[in-house]
């Protein structure tokens, strides 16, 4: 029994400490000394949501790969990355992993459901777009297949957003801007991925933008999608959408720039986990800034 628990482990959560930090983050922006109970409650529930979202997507994303053959080109380098693709392996079968990836997305969309009463039809309506372009990353329109995967991991980003409107009720610019941000760091991780991927998936016909562009070209997007995330970092710090010390994340520049330059010496994986390194720092310093500058003008 506990070796059938830790293959669903294994199977459904291999990035979800990463996917559900933006609507962390927004609850962060939101939080205030004093805040009543039902905040942390509401809180509580939609990072939960989030969570069970984030299992949907990729478990929906392995059974897609699986099915479509690129896992199974995959699998060894997978493997090196501590990302087994248990359904290759025979480990997990695909029935049953099916119907626990569509419980996720069941649990995500009744915590969605609940929440969404007594919140204005604003939020619900960005909260229900995120999360159909989201859910529809490997399955229905398939839109990484079509080029479009690093769009949705960005616009993920807008989770921070939408987690600060669940639980205060309303939509700042503030998380919208801090949201595209962290969007684009993490999208900067996703196209490391796919150039990772990039001749399993050309050879399984998975049309990701790294096989549309080509890796060459697709490197220089990759560049763009990390300026374009310290610009948006500059332009919030500008507008005061961030407290001034979350400026001093500019030091964690020097490790962007080594993500790159592994990745145009041709080592993807090395700039994955640098980009995910990053992404993970940037999430705690958004996080303590913004929750020591609340804290400090309380006092």
Request: charged residues 15%; glycine residues 10%.
């Amino acid at each position: 029994m506990r070796e059938t628990v830790e293959r669903w482990a294994r199977f459904l959560a291999a990035y979800i400490p990463d996917d559900y930090l933006p609507v962390a983050i927004g609850i962060a922006m939101a939080w205030r000394p004093g805040v009543d109970p039902d905040f942390w409650r509401r809180g509580v529930l939609f990072v939960t949501g989030a969570a069970a979202l984030s299992l949907f997507i990729h478990g929906s994303d392995n059974i897609a790969g699986y099915l479509h053959g690129v896992d199974r080109l995959a699998s060894a380098t997978k493997r090196s990355v501590k990302e087994p693709k248990l359904l290759v392996t025979g480990e997990v079968s695909l029935g049953p992993a099916r119907v626990v990836t569509a419980a996720m997305l069941a649990l995500s969309l009744a915590i969605g459901a609940y929440l969404a009463v007594g919140v204005p039809w604003s939020v619900i309506a960005v909260g229900l777009l995120i999360v159909a372009l989201a859910a529809q990353y490997s399955v229905g329109l398939s839109l990484s297949y079509r080029g479009l995967g690093e769009l949705v991991v960005a616009l993920s980003g807008l989770g921070t957003w939408v987690g600060f409107g669940v639980v205060t009720r309303r939509l700042e610019v503030a998380p919208a801007l801090v949201g595209a941000m962290l969007g684009l760091f993490f999208a900067s991780v996703n196209a490391c991925s796919n150039q990772a991927d990039y001749a399993f998936d050309r050879t399984a016909g998975r049309g990701t933008l790294a096989v549309r562009l080509g890796p060459r070209h697709h490197r220089r997007v990759a560049v763009a999608i990390l300026a374009g995330g310290w610009c948006t970092l500059v332009a919030a710090v500008a507008v005061r959408a961030v407290p001034l010390m979350t400026g001093t994340m500019l030091a964690l520049v020097p490790l962007h720039r080594r993500q790159l330059v592994a990745l145009f010496r041709g080592d993807p994986l090395e700039a994955r986990r640098i980009g995910f390194v990053a992404l993970r720092l940037i999430f705690i310093w958004v996080a303590a800034s913004v929750v020591c500058d609340r804290a400090w003008r309380a006092a």
